[in-house]
């Protein structure tokens, strides 16, 4: 049990012990034990298969847990079906009706539980502004681009006004400069309406772009909790390393000359310094000769793949300040040395 965030409310969805086996077989969740604060955006990330989306469907109710309680705002819903629980999902195919139009689909909640006329029309029409959709009431799902059905299907979620939206990789089916710009647009219409998001994902860079928290999935279970900039610096697991970022690991022989100790560590490309063989290290710096086995330009930055002589490869990250500071120096080839602050190195493994 851990306690809540100092500046941050306990108890928007608090998970005790869950876990979920599908016919008897391998755990799809083995022992989840979570607490996401109100009005948190949180992200629960992992590779697929690790068993994120069966969590999300046993916080909606769409699946009931093995074992492991969910409660919602302290209440304990474990029992409860999905339609009574505050809570709305946005899946990732958007489910929206195609013989409706974006009105009576963004309505459609709203009518189900019996909300007056006016009242609906009231709240569809401030649920389309939210997402900058006025104007497009009566058309119908087939006569959108993929970004505006992503939006009614937000819009059709906030109308009701759930305590918690809980989002399915929801813009897993946009193209990557669309997805950018759901991603500002997500975090703007959750910091407008101030309810707790919990979205899954399988990209780390949604996950750290856009969250307050994150939880790292690994095999049904989660590897870590933290702020963004917790998971990447200080990954608690090999694993995390290696999923959120570059992995960039020292073992066995190179952790015993360049580290001084034995275990696994990890430290991030963008850490490393690539210097001439003569250039010194730091009083509190760690360094490693090695070789250039690639050089990979990207634009913004060259990533250095670099053969270390005590074993064992690390990548180093420039940024290409100036035109031409991809390097001419540090080709394939070149016999480099590697430094970074010893604060820098984490361990993530015995
Ligand atoms: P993805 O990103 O691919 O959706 P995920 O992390 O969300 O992956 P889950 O969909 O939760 O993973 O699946 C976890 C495991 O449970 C997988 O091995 C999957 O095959 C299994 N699983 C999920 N749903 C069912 C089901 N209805 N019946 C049987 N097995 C299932």
Same mark, same amino acid.
């Given at each position: 049990?851990?306690?809540?965030?100092?500046?941050?409310? &306990?108890?928007?969805?608090?998970?005790?012990?869950?876990?979920?086996?599908?016919?008897?077989?391998? +755990?799809?969740?083995?022992?989840?034990?979570?607490?996401?604060?109100?009005?948190?955006?949180?992200?629960?990330?992992?590779?697929?298969?690790?068993?994120?989306?069966?969590?999300?469907?046993?916080?909606?109710?769409?699946?009931?847990?093995?074992?492991?309680?969910?409660?919602?705002?302290?209440?304990?819903?474990?029992?409860?079906?999905?339609?009574?629980?505050?809570?709305?999902?946005?899946?990732?195919?958007?489910?929206?009706?195609?013989?409706?139009?974006?009105?009576?689909?963004?309505?459609?909640?709203?009518?189900?539980?019996?909300?007056?006329?006016?009242?609906?029309?009231?709240?569809?029409?401030?649920?389309?502004?939210?997402?900058?959709?006025?104007?497009?009431?009566?058309? +119908?799902?087939?006569?959108?681009?993929?970004?505006?059905?992503?939006?009614?299907?937000?819009?059709?979620?906030?109308?009701?006004?759930?305590?918690?939206?809980?989002?399915?990789?929801?813009?897993?089916?946009?193209?990557?400069?669309?997805?950018?710009?759901?991603?500002?647009?997500?975090?703007?219409?959750? %910091?407008?309406?101030?309810? =707790?998001?919990?979205?899954?994902? *399988?990209?780390?860079?949604?996950?750290? =772009?856009?969250?307050?928290?994150?939880?790292?999935?690994?095999?049904? %279970?989660?590897?870590?909790?933290?702020?963004?900039?917790?998971?990447?610096? *200080?990954?608690?697991?090999?694993?995390?390393?290696?999923?959120?970022? =570059?992995?960039?690991?020292?073992?066995? &022989?190179?952790?015993?000359?360049?580290?001084?100790?034995?275990?696994?560590?990890?430290?991030?490309?963008?850490?490393?310094?690539?210097?001439?063989?003569?250039?010194?290290?730091?009083?509190?710096?760690?360094?490693?000769?090695?070789?250039?086995?690639?050089?990979?330009?990207?634009?913004?930055?060259?990533?250095?793949?670099?053969?270390?002589?005590?074993?064992?490869?690390?990548? &180093?990250?420039?940024?290409?300040?100036?035109?031409?500071?991809?390097?001419?120096?540090?080709?394939?080839?070149?016999?480099?040395?590697?430094?970074?602050? %010893?604060? *820098?190195?984490?361990?993530?493994?015995?």
């Amino acid at each position: 049990d851990s306690p809540p965030h100092p500046d941050r409310p &306990a108890g928007a969805v608090r998970l005790e012990g869950l876990a979920k086996s599908f016919d008897g077989r391998v +755990r799809a969740v083995d022992g989840v034990d979570l607490e996401i604060g109100e009005g948190e955006f949180f992200a629960m990330l992992g590779p697929s298969g690790s068993g994120k989306t069966t969590v999300l469907r046993m916080i909606a109710g769409f699946e009931r847990p093995t074992a492991g309680r969910v409660l919602l705002g302290g209440v304990d819903v474990t029992a409860l079906p999905p339609f009574d629980r505050d809570v709305n999902t946005v899946f990732q195919d958007y489910a929206l009706f195609p013989h409706m139009t974006i009105e009576q689909n963004v309505g459609y909640g709203l009518m189900v539980r019996r909300v007056p006329k006016a009242e609906r029309a009231e709240r569809v029409r401030a649920a389309l502004a939210m997402v900058r959709l006025e104007g497009f009431e009566r058309r +119908r799902p087939a006569q959108l681009s993929g970004g505006q059905r992503q939006r009614v299907a937000l819009a059709r979620a906030l109308v009701n006004r759930p305590k918690v939206l809980l989002l399915d990789e929801p813009l897993g089916a946009l193209d990557l400069k669309l997805r950018h710009e759901m991603q500002a647009e997500l975090k703007r219409i959750q %910091r407008e309406v101030g309810i =707790t998001f919990v979205f899954v994902t *399988h990209d780390q860079d949604e996950a750290l =772009t856009m969250s307050d928290r994150v939880a790292v999935f690994n095999a049904g %279970r989660i590897e870590q909790v933290g702020s963004p900039a917790e998971v990447y610096e *200080h990954p608690a697991t090999a694993f995390v390393a290696g999923f959120v970022g =570059t992995s960039n690991l020292l073992d066995g &022989a190179a952790a015993e000359q360049v580290v001084g100790e034995t275990g696994l560590f990890s430290v991030r490309p963008e850490k490393i310094r690539i210097a001439h063989p003569d250039d010194p290290a730091g009083p509190d710096e760690l360094s490693a000769t090695g070789r250039v086995a690639e050089v990979v330009y990207a634009g913004g930055h060259t990533r250095f793949l670099v053969d270390l002589e005590a074993g064992g490869r690390l990548t &180093a990250v420039r940024q290409n300040l100036d035109e031409g500071s991809a390097d001419v120096l540090r080709h394939r080839g070149t016999d480099v040395v590697l430094a970074w602050q %010893r604060k *820098h190195t984490v361990r993530v493994g015995p």
